[in-house]
């Protein structure tokens, strides 16, 4: 079986490459997924796991982000031949603010109607659609996922996701500027959940699938705790600032439901929280 990952010299992306043994299709590889002539070869792939983004979610970036995340989508889906697999990640931001309209973990019914998302997560909304009908019309298998916090070990020229640069920062002793009003909350995966979730639905009968994919409550953390947990594995008292300027992230608390996926596809994340921030350090 041939895999392709978009991306794929990306800070996930290099991590999810070398689970598959796939091959890399970015920027780093001289292709663009905005280029018809180099997206051609995607039809020589029976998957393709689409990582390849443009995040900025300041109102300068709008136009990059509508052009890779949506038209890049698209441009890829377009080539792929019938009776291939692929997978698309998009991200939990879809949900905005409405997401914390749950108490608990938060599933894919949330509301994704506009309550102020930037260009980018409206982006990534788009791309879903793409992904919807592109699926249909050329009779690909589908699947979309709905990111939480991914994290994976550092990559050469790529910027850390989230929780590995706080696991960065105490390691190295660096200061940790945190909000003075909240700790926030989220539910972590480690990249080879990810990858293996991947694998699942490429096994699996299912021609299309939408799915929430995180760490799930039982892998649920403050960013607080993942510090302090990050500190005592190293033997190492952080330095933490609060800052009552840094704004806080909406929602606070963020917690996917991995029920329908554990359902559907027999997935669960097979890394708890201490081993995958093991495996950072």
């Known amino acids: 079986m041939k895999i392709l990952v978009t991306g794929g010299s990306g800070y996930l992306g290099t991590h999810v490459r070398r689970f598959f043994s796939a091959d890399d299709f970015s920027r780093r590889s001289n292709l663009d ?3 018809n002539r180099d997206v051609e070869s995607v039809a020589d792939y029976d998957v393709v796991i ?3 983004a443009y995040l900025d979610k300041h109102p300068d970036g709008a136009d990059l982000s509508f052009r890779t995340n949506a038209e890049g989508t698209r441009n890829v889906l377009r080539h792929m031949r019938p009776n291939s697999v692929f997978i698309y990640a998009s991200t939990k931001d879809v949900y905005g603010s409405t ?3 749950y108490m608990g973990a938060v599933p894919e019914t949330c509301s994704t ?4 998302q930037s260009a980018f997560e409206w982006s990534k909304l788009l791309g879903e659609r793409y992904v919807e009908y592109y699926g249909l019309q050329r009779t690909i298998r589908t699947c979309i996922f709905r990111l939480s916090s991914v ?3 550092p990559t050469s020229g790529n910027e850390n996701g989230f929780v590995t640069h706080y696991v960065e920062s105490v390691k190295h002793g660096l200061p940790i500027r945190l909000p003075a ?8 995966l480690y990249v080879d959940d990810f990858s293996r979730a991947c694998q699942a639905f490429i096994d699996s009968p299912r021609v299309t699938g939408l799915y929430n994919l995180g760490g799930g409550p039982s892998n649920a953390t403050s960013l607080l705790d993942m510090i302090r947990i990050v500190a005592r594995l190293i033997d190492l008292q952080p330095v933490i600032e609060e800052d009552a300027k840094i704004p806080l992230p909406e929602p606070l608390k963020y917690v996917s439901d991995i029920k329908k996926i554990r359902e559907e596809l027999e997935w669960r994340p097979q890394t708890d929280i201490e081993e995958g921030l093991r495996l950072l350090l």
């Open 151 to 153: 994290y994976a070990r």
């Open 33 to 35: 997924i905005l280029s």
């Open 181 to 188: 009003s909240g700790d926030p909350v989220r539910d972590i």
């Open 50 to 52: 689409h990582l390849a």
């Open 113 to 116: 109607s506009f309550v102020g």
């Open 99 to 101: 997401a914390a309209d």
